[in-house]
């Protein structure tokens, strides 16, 4: 449920980014969410959905891009594909352990916003 | 309609807050080590038998997250502890803004180790840095031996994995070699110990390791 605490930092920031460049209205956000940062995507949205229920951005999208983690054979030289949802504890080609790396991303992409005089 | 490129951590904030903790950590030379386990795998328990077998060698304290209730720094209080409690009102996680407060208001004096016990959850308390030295994720063999793979994210931050209550092995099936072999694939160079606070199973080496990282981090050695 720290998915609404993250929806409240993404919305400050994106608030922030729409005062900086003139002020206006958010129309989506594009976040970046690693699969080993312990956020689940569709809570995140729902979050974001009860975050800016009440005002002006109330039509901002969120834009999840999912990041895999890579699991990566040192013996192979070569990133292994997990299979869905699973964790692999050996490498599917020659049996090796594998390393994890990366999935850490939790990052604000871009922003889209409407300006003053396009606000309908 | 107006693309902005944004390329920010949307944890900006709370790191910032986690690096001023870090310096601030540093410049007193004290240890700080960020406690993550479900509700209920013995983190109290590790530390009322952690501070019992360092005595007085090693000054510690403690900060309390938890929902409600000052119970674990009570018990913590009554080993002559240091220990602030947070209460976070039903939120699931600690983070670094709230630990800043609490060490603020605690005036701890000053100490060896700080040890963040936070709220129960393998989950949440993930994604927030504290400012700490390492994570440790606490597993109780009463928890099963699926843990990690289940729960990667904490399992592949954790230094160090301790695999409590290990005195419940004989009644409990728990398959101590592929736990070691998940933890291997999430964090090859992790640590993983076992204890029991009951019986006091592995505490002098849980302790001896505390001990290292803290003369290491004097010794300003990584």
């Keep these: 449920m720290h998915e609404l605490s993250i929806a409240h930092e993404i919305y400050r920031t994106c608030r922030a980014v729409v005062a900086a460049h003139g002020g206006g209205t958010l129309a989506a956000v594009r976040v970046a969410v690693g699969e080993l940062t312990a956020v689940e995507p569709d809570l995140l949205v729902f979050a974001w959905e009860a975050v800016v229920a009440e005002g002006k951005d109330h039509q901002a999208r969120l834009e999840v891009e999912w990041r895999q983690a890579r699991q990566f054979c040192p013996a192979c030289g070569a990133d292994k594909r997990q299979a869905e949802a699973s964790w692999l504890p050996l490498c599917p080609d020659c049996g090796g352990p594998l390393q994890v790396a990366g999935g850490d991303d939790l990052d604000i992409l871009s922003v889209e916003i409407l300006g003053p005089e396009e606000e309908s | ?222």
């Excluded at chain 2, 510690?60 to 913590?76: C, K, P, Q, S, Y």
């Excluded at chain 2, 701890?108 to 308390?125: A, H, M, S, T």
């Excluded at chain 2, 209550?165 to 004989?170: F, N």
């Excluded at chain 2, 736990?179 to 076992?194: D, E, F, K, N």
């Design chain 2, 1 to 222: 309609m107006t693309t902005v490129d944004v390329r920010q951590r949307i944890l900006a904030e709370n790191e910032a807050a986690a690096r001023t903790l870090r310096d601030g950590f540093a410049a007193a030379g004290t240890l700080v080590v960020n406690l993550i386990s479900s509700p209920g795998s013995g983190k109290t328990s590790l530390l009322e038998a952690t501070v019992r077998h360092l005595g007085g060698r090693v000054t510690v304290g403690a900060v309390e997250g938890d929902i409600a209730t000052e119970r674990d720094a009570d018990r913590l209080r009554a080993l002559g502890v240091p220990a602030v409690q947070i209460l976070t009102g039903g939120a699931c996680h600690l983070d670094a803004r709230q630990v800043a407060r609490a060490t603020g208001e605690a005036a701890f004096p000053r100490l060896d180790i700080l040890f963040i016990e936070n709220v129960g959850n393998l989950i949440c308390p993930t994604s927030y840095d504290l400012g700490e030295d390492f994570k440790v994720a606490v597993l109780s063999v009463t928890e099963g031996d699926d843990k990690p793979f289940k729960y990667p994210a904490i399992f592949s931050r954790a230094e160090v994995t301790v695999i409590s209550k290990v005195d419940l092995l004989p009644h409990v099936r728990f398959d101590l070699d592929a736990v070691r072999s998940q933890l291997r694939t999430l964090r090859p160079a992790g640590t993983v110990l076992l204890t029991s606070a009951h019986t006091g199973e592995g505490i002098e080496a849980w302790c001896a390791y505390l001990q290292q990282r803290l003369t290491d981090k004097r010794r300003g050695t990584p």
